[in-house]
């Protein structure tokens, strides 16, 4: 398994507070700076900060990264307790398989559209559970436009960040 | 290998459990232990970005009680008289699939209680859905799982006004199948009976259409006071005097 050999000779503690605090700032752009600018809260910044920490740092830290991540919207928001943290838990596992090593498009394609799936299976499953229904209203094209330019603009920090917890 | 695949099944079973739990509990201790954490980051990163987007912020000194009356002074001269008020800053928004939700800077230390009716200039908003201590969350009246007592003037006919989830407008459904109600009325809240719930005659918002063949009673789409997506400054009406 090449894509997990990014996770080894890592430097744990270096890595662990690398992935928190890039979950705390993604979470804050997400929750309350994207608001504050006048954007959608519908854009996943938090779930792209997973999709990009999975691919620089394997599938384990990846899982609990996405856990965490998904844990603390859950936590603060008014969705269902434990529907981020599942989602953002697969989701960290599904990007670390993701190969994007050499710039190729496909890449960036897959991490796109498993950063926005995650994002709209975290809408639908909080809609079902709490029975209102599917609604594809303003926060659609939020997700897909939105999960586009976080990967644009994140996946090119996976080597950096590789860099640091080495 | 194995460990990283053990380490995923464990994180699912408890997301999972997490789930279970929350359906059957519905406690809230842990959620607002984190939101003490939380709101005050997201209260400072809203301050220091606010100045970059449309939301002018009249009052750079929020913290200064003064300048806080003075910026809910125009949401305080709509207000019914004998009620205690809080304002409040949205901080951070949650409109997670289709739901509604903003969080605001005050909380239980400043008599905000769940239930209480929030109202932003032109009228009511919301209710506050949960509360810590420097903080809570404001359940919209776009938020599909909100619904609200009203009555259509000048008919006085009573109904219920329901979301339909953020940018949508409101759905509205009077008792009476006779009713008469036109596009253009007024919808205003019927009041609780609670001394810190909704007072009565608060603006919700205005009757854009009617549903042509309701199934029951008369169904009307409503748009509310004003954009759930550019709110700022908040009153919170924390009981009666």
Avoid at chain 1, 27 to 52: E, K, W
Avoid at chain 1, 136 to 144: D, K
Avoid at chain 2, 120 to 125: E, H, R
Avoid at chain 2, 191 to 214: E, K, R, W
């Amino acid at each position: 398994m090449t894509a997990v050999s990014g996770a080894t000779h890592v430097y744990w503690p270096r890595a662990v507070g690398l992935s928190a605090t890039a979950v705390v700032l993604g979470f804050l752009c997400q929750t309350a700076i994207l608001p504050a600018v006048g954007l959608s809260a519908a854009i996943p910044v938090l779930f792209s900060v997973v999709a990009v920490l999975g691919i620089a740092l394997g599938r384990n830290s990846g899982a609990i990264t996405g856990f965490a991540a998904g844990l603390l919207l859950d936590v603060t928001g008014v969705g269902v307790l434990g529907v981020g943290a599942l989602v953002g838990c697969l989701l960290g596992v599904a990007s670390a398989g993701i190969r994007v090593d050499r710039w190729r498009w496909s890449g960036a394609v897959y991490v796109w559209a498993y950063t926005a799936g995650a994002a709209a299976a975290y809408a639908a499953v909080n809609s079902l559970i709490t029975g209102s229904g599917l609604m594809w209203s303003s926060g659609f094209w939020a997700i897909v436009g939105g999960s586009l330019v976080c990967t644009l603009v994140l996946l090119p920090l996976r080597a950096p960040i590789r860099a640091v917890v080495r | 290998m194995t460990r990283a695949r053990n380490t995923v099944l464990v994180l699912i079973a408890a997301s999972l459990a997490l789930i279970l739990w929350d359906l059957r509990a519905s406690d809230t201790t842990v959620r607002d232990a984190v939101q003490e954490v939380t709101a005050p980051l997201q209260r400072t990163a809203t301050a220091v970005f606010a100045p970059l987007g449309s939301w002018a912020r009249q009052a750079q000194g929020f913290d200064d009680p003064a300048a806080r009356a003075q910026t809910a002074s125009q949401i305080v001269v709509a207000a019914p008289d004998g009620w205690n008020g809080a304002a409040g800053r949205v901080v951070a928004a949650d409109i997670s699939g289709g739901r509604a939700a903003v969080t605001i800077d005050v909380g239980s230390s400043d008599g905000v209680g769940i239930g209480n009716a929030v109202l932003a200039p032109g009228g009511l908003i919301g209710q506050i859905s949960q509360v810590s201590q420097h903080a809570a969350m404001v359940l919209l009246v776009t938020d599909p799982q909100s619904t609200i007592g009203i009555r259509v003037l000048p008919s006085k006919e009573m109904g219920v006004v329901s979301g339909s989830g953020m940018g949508n407008e409101l759905q509205v459904e009077v008792l009476n199948p006779a009713a008469q109600i036109a596009a253009g009325q007024q919808v205003r809240s019927l009041g609780s009976t609670a001394a810190d719930g909704i007072p009565p005659d608060l603006l919700v918002g205005q009757i854009t259409s009617i549903d042509p063949a309701p199934a029951s009673g008369r169904a009307a789409q409503v748009r509310p006071v004003t954009s759930m997506t550019s709110l700022d400054t908040l009153l919170v009406l924390t009981g009666r005097r």
